[in-house]
Every structure is written in structure tokens, then in C-alpha cells.
């Protein structure tokens, strides 16, 4: 089967075309992945400005289709995924309105995809198995349940508890920013510039240049909250981190907060605490609710030192379970984790395929975008 894919939920505009191969060990092979970025136009906003983004998103996407359609070398098309939300409504909808004209004109089944869902669902592209359940009896299970999963990226941070396919319960989530939106605006408090995630890191594992003044080394010791890291929940908050970051920034001498060795502090102590909570408070749920699985996800999962600290703390604190975070380029929003994620659900039938099916059904008329949809909803 091969499933098209389109993704608009934010500032990236994505298609992707996957094979899915489901003889033995389902497997997916990546006919074309095509994601047209628009940081670059962003940047001056320090942040994604909705209307521009959706503006962007109608002048792309016929040129990514075409793209993914040529590097995929015009396969057979069954099905077409797109994802409903959530994120930004007006970009959403730029999808979702040109994924149902493909599929009136096509006249294949559309199935709607939550975008949180296809940020865990990611890490099944590269790993040939399947999602328990799906294989009763069958050998290579990639996910076994319950499994803690920990979505982290610009807009979200949310920790899921997974009981199977389709069972999701939101155990917490931040209560204002998200790790990535802190990331971007500490990072705009430094002067680094967007997207912020990239900016920290760069910067925190850069070492001290030897061009600071001597008078300025060794004399910025900084050390950041680590926000509800201890409290009872499962809820995040980064805030506070950022109004820290603010604080100590101007409490500073011009000359230090601008000198090298100063921003080098401060980015590896804000990376490092977002780190910290985000690992105590999923390996506090993996404990409590005795996951056989954590799954990470999201694009701040791209990180380096979260990554190698998250593989760690895992082997080290749980025993017996399995860790799975996607490939750095699959953490990002991308066209292929919504075509996997359609794939399942159309495996599952939770709407019959002619339902599906432009224009014998009308389950497509019901496939609406949905800035605030939850990944507890039944799509």
C-alpha cells in the first residue's frame, strides 16, 4: 500500500509519499519525504507569524506534491492521510482542504491524522514490527504497553500515558510555554536568534573562547530553576525559567552579558534545565505507572543532549524498558509520520473504507481542521 501525505500544522510544508509493507514484519519504506521550510521567513518575527505561514503554505504545496510525486517516482496511490491539528487553524486548513481535493479528484480514502499522535507514531517508520495488538503471536513488537510518551516541541509538551492504539490519556502538560517556545525565547533574550532550540544548543556545547577578558572568566556562575521538577504532577511549566533567564541577564554589566562566556553559560544551563524536568518527569511516570515503553517525540527530541541524556537516565533508573526516540530528521514535522500514523488507522477501520471514499462516502465531508484538537479525541 502506499500512503500520501500532506502536513501544514504549523510553518513547515510537508508531503510525503511511504510504501507499507505488512507481508511478515510490517515495515515502511520512504518513497520521498519533502518538507519546504519557512524559518528563514520567520526569523525576522522571532517567531512563526500565522498569516504568512498560511499564505506560504498555498504557494507550496502544489510544488512539494509535485516533488514528492517525482521522487517517488508517481507510484499507485490507496490512500491519503493529512493531519486535522493540532496547531495553527489557518495553516491547518490550507492542508486539509488541498489533501480532500486530492482525494475528490483521485477518488481514493482521506483519513485525518492528530499531529501529536504522528509525533509518537515517527519512531515506527524506521523499525520494522508493530504496535501490540497489531501482531498478537508475531515476533518484532516495537511498542509493548502501557508506554509513557513525552511529546516536546515549539508548541507542546505533553506527557501521554498509551494503553494501546488509539488509548491515550494526557497526564500532564505545560501550564504556559512549551520547552520549544522557551527555547526560542531565551534565546531571543540572547540575542541567538530563530529557531532558539538550535541557537542553545550550538552555544552550550561550544567551549569558552580565549578572546573574553580576563577580568570577565569564571565570574558568571548561573544556576536556573528547574520549574514543578518536584512537584506531584506530571504538568510542566517554563515561564519561569524564561522570566529567570530575563532577570539574570539584566542584572548583568553590558560588558558581561554580551561577552561570549556569558552566553555560553547561560545556554547550557537553560538547555540543561529544561532537560532535567523533562526527564524527571517522565521517568517519574514510567515508575509510577510501570511503563514497558517511553517513547519520545517532537521537534525539540532533535536535541543532542537530551537524546544521549534521555538514553542514560533510562538505563539507569528503569529497568526492562524500551526506549525509542525517532531520527533527528523524523522529530520535526514531516509528511512521512502522518502517513504511518493514516496507515494504522486505516488498518484499524474505525471507518469503512467506501465511507472514506470521495465521492461514494461521506465520513471525507466530517474531516475538518481542528487548532485545539486532542489526542484523547477520537478522530
Known amino acids: 500500500m502506499v500512503i500520501l501525505a500532506i502536513e501544514t500544522s504549523c510553518d513547515d510544508t510537508c508531503a510525503a509519499l511511504i ?3 505488512c507481508k511478515k514484519r510490517p515495515s515502511f519504506e520512504i518513497l520521498s519525504n519533502i518538507v519546504s521550510s519557512q524559518v528563514k521567513l520567520h526569523a525576522k518575527y522571532g ?19 509535485a516533488k514528492a510525486l517525482a521522487n517517488g517516482k508517481n507510484p499507485k496511490i490507496d490512500l491519503i492521510a493529512v493531519t486535522v491539528g493540532p496547531g495553527l487553524e489557518p495553516c491547518l486548513w490550507q492542508g486539509v482542504n488541498f489533501a480532500k481535493e486530492l482525494a475528490r479528484k483521485l477518488k481514493l480514502p482521506i483519513v485525518p491524522v492528530n499531529h501529536i499522535e504522528a509525533h509518537i507514531f515517527a519512531n515506527l517508520i524506521t523499525r520494522p514490527g508493530l504496535v501490540e495488538g497489531f501482531s498478537t503471536g508475531r515476533p518484532g513488537l516495537v511498542i509493548r504497553f502501557p508506554a509513557i510518551c513525552l511529546v516536546v516541541s515549539g508548541g507542546h509538551t505533553q506527557l501521554i500515558l498509551m494503553k494501546g492504539f488509539g488509548d491515550y490519556k494526557i497526564l500532564g502538560e505545560t501550564r504556559d510555554d512549551a520547552a520549544g517556545e522557551c527555547f526560542d525565547k531565551t534565546a531571543r533574550i540572547l540575542g541567538l536568534g530563530y529557531p532558539g532550540g538550535p541557537a542553545i544548543a550550538k552555544q552550550a556545547v561550544q567551549p569558552c573562547r ?6 570577565y572568566r569564571g565570574r558568571t556562575s548561573i544556576k536556573l530553576p528547574r520549574p514543578m521538577i518536584y512537584q506531584k504532577n506530571y504538568d510542566f511549566s517554563f515561564s519561569g525559567l524564561k522570566t529567570a533567564v530575563l532577570y539574570d541577564f539584566k542584572s548583568r554589566p553590558p560588558k558581561v552579558r554580551t561577552s561570549k562566556e556569558y552566553i555560553q553559560k547561560m545556554a547550557t544551563e537553560i538547555q540543561q534545565a529544561i532537560i532535567d524536568v523533562l526527564i524527571h518527569k517522565t521517568l517519574k511516570a514510567a515508575k509510577n505507572l510501570k ?6 517525540g517532537g521537534g525539540v527530541a532533535a536535541n543532542e543532549e537530551l537524546r544521549k541524556q534521555f538514553k542514560s537516565n533510562v538505563k539507569c533508573q528503569v529497568s526492562n524498558v524500551k526506549f525509542l526516540v525517532p531520527p533527528k530528521n523524523l522529530c520535526t514535522d514531516n ?3 502522518t502517513a504511518v500514523t493514516g496507515y494504522f488507522h486505516f488498518l484499524k477501520k474505525k471507518t469503512p473504507k467506501e465511507n472514506l471514499r470521495f465521492p461514494t462516502g461521506q465520513g471525507w465531508k466530517k474531516i475538518k481542521a481542528d487548532a485545539n484538537l486532542r489526542i484523547e479525541n477520537s478522530l
Do not use: C, F
Open 19 to 21: 510504501k507499507a509493507n
Open 291 to 296: 511503563a514497558k515503553t517511553i517513547i519520545l
Open 47 to 65: 517567531g512563526v507569524y500565522p498569516s504568512l505561514a498560511k499564505r506560504e503554505h498555498q504557494r507550496n504545496l502544489p510544488k512539494v506534491l
Open 335 to 337: 509528511a512521512a509520520m
Open 210 to 215: 580565549k578572546d573574553i577578558p580576563a577580568e
